[in-house]
Each structure stands twice: as C-alpha cells, then as structure tokens.
C-alpha cells in the first residue's frame, strides 16, 4: 500500500486532496510542513501532498522548503475548497460569537465573518479547530473547515459554503525522494524548476530571452531571498511543455549559460481543471 503524509489533522483540505489522489492509500498526517518533507527523504517510498497556492490568497509560503529538500514534483492537483462553519449539533448562525480557523480559512470567508459580527482566532490549521471545537462543546464558538472535518468530529454544518468566492481552488502539489516522471507525448506538461543567476547587471532580463525566443511560455516565476541574505536571491519556475521538447531544452541551455545554480524539480502532467480555469 502506498503512504501519503500530509500537514493538519485529518479532515484537512490537504486530507481531501490526498483522498482524491489516492482513496486506497495509507494517508497520515505530520504536525508541520518540515516534518513532511523530512518524512519524504527519510521514507523513500513515500509520497507527500503539499499546499502550494490559492487562487484567491496566492502563495501558501511553502518556496523555502522546496529550495531547501529539493524534493521530486510528481504531480499538481487543484482542490475546490469549500469551507463551512462547524458547530454543535443544533447551533445557529445567530449563536456563534467567536470562530476558529487557519488564517488562509478566516481571510476566504472573512465577508461571511464580518456580516455577522463574528470574532475570529487564527489557529494551525482548519481540520485541528474543528477538532478543538469538537471538545469544547460550546455553542456559541465555532470552526471554518470542510464538510469532512464535520464527519470526523461529529459536529454540524450551521453554514455551508461560507466562502467569499465559491470555485475557490488550492494547487497541491504531489512529491517526494525518488526521481520520476513521464514520457514525453502528446499531452499536456508542466516543467518546474529553480536556479540561482550569477551576479551581474540584467541577468534576469538576459536569462530569460531564450524563453520568449522559443516560444515557451513561463506560468510562474517566484523569486525567493538566499539564506541570510536580501541581494542573493534563487527563482521557483513553471513553464509549459515537456523538458524532453527541443524548444524547452533550448530555452532551458540559455537559461543555464547565466546560471550559478540550476535544478530541474519535476516534470509533470498539467492538471485538466487548467483548461477550465
């Protein structure tokens, strides 16, 4: 049986997406994200399902810890997130006075909080309030979490779909210690990577021009500060296409020749929900 460890409690949106990788698997869940990743190079034939944007708050800050294991990218997953106020078994809207959630959670419905005249309290994560909550037994507090985290915990959904914008959707992304990835065909690809320029003027600029002269399109360019430091600084990229085509290889053999630091983190099949975004 396959193993996928996950940050948060179980009814996670994290143990949602691993659920929808892999139903039959064993899915466990790990306190932070470090000790995910320190799961996946310690346990080689494990996998790992990281949160890693919103299309709605952007960027979970997850960058430091992909330049810091460089772990294999297997594979993206867009998640609908779909967040609902837990409570008590027979607890109104009108009863809630305070609410518990991730901050991502708290600020994707904060127009549903502040109708309401809710107070909120950040905590680590949406399933672990709705755990707390489950032990609290108060009526008038209340979690942001998913219809799961209901099931798990016995609590009732007041509200569902609470969210500021519905068809809000969370990128995963699927990794881990061994190298893989697919054979090049007629589908569509995703090629992500992250290097390091070597300090001169415009190297960013210049390093780049292969990609606009081949015709690659970059779907995402990340720039993260090097440790200690706030003028040395490597880039998380995502281009479309498969490393093997001639076009992304030329662009990629330009992108090197102003390099320091180059590292190919995974290629992979671009999620179909891509298309209806």
């Given at each position: 049986m396959s193993r996928i460890y996950?940050?948060?409690?179980?009814?996670?949106?994290?143990?949602?997406?691993?659920?929808?990788i892999d139903k039959?698997?064993?899915?466990?869940p790990c306190k932070t994200f470090d000790d995910c990743f320190n799961k996946a190079i310690s346990e080689p034939d494990c996998k790992i399902i990281i949160p890693e944007s919103n299309r709605i708050t952007g960027n979970i800050g997850i960058e430091y810890l992909i330049f810091k294991y460089r772990l294999n990218i297997y594979k993206e997953h867009f998640q609908k997130i779909a967040h609902n106020l837990l409570?008590?078994?027979?607890?109104?809207?009108?009863?809630?006075?305070?609410?518990?959630?991730h901050a991502q959670g708290l600020s994707q419905c904060s127009e549903f909080i502040k109708k309401n005249n809710i107070s909120e309290h950040i905590r680590a994560d949406t399933a672990g309030s709705a755990e707390m909550i489950s032990k609290v037994k108060d009526i008038k507090k209340a979690a942001i979490a998913s219809s799961l985290s209901?099931?798990?915990?016995?609590?009732?959904?007041?509200?569902?779909?609470?969210?500021?914008?519905h068809?809000?959707?969370?990128?995963?992304?699927?990794?881990?210690?061994?190298?893989?990835?697919?054979?090049?065909?007629?589908?569509?690809?995703?090629?992500?990577?992250l290097f390091k320029l070597k300090s001169k003027p415009a190297a960013l600029y210049q390093s780049l021009g292969g990609f606009a002269i081949n015709g690659v399109n970059?779907?995402?360019?990340?720039?993260?500060?090097?440790?200690n430091t706030f003028d040395s600084f490597f880039f998380l990229c995502d281009l479309d296409g498969h490393i093997e085509d001639q076009k992304v290889q030329k662009s990629l053999e330009e992108l090197g020749l102003h390099c320091?630091?180059?590292?190919?983190?995974?290629?992979?099949?671009?999620d179909k929900l891509r298309e209806k975004k």
């Open positions: 996950f940050q948060g409690a179980f009814g996670a949106y994290s143990h949602l997406a691993a659920l929808s039959n698997a064993e899915i466990l409570g008590q078994k027979g607890a109104k809207v009108s009863d809630i006075k305070e609410v518990y959630s209901a099931e798990i915990y016995g609590l009732e959904i007041i509200k569902k779909n609470i969210e500021n914008e068809g809000n959707l969370t990128r995963f992304l699927v990794m881990g210690r061994d190298i893989s990835q697919p054979k090049y065909s007629n589908k569509k690809y995703i090629t992500s990577f970059l779907t995402k360019l990340q720039s993260y500060p090097e440790k320091e630091d180059f590292h190919v983190l995974g290629v992979f099949e671009a």
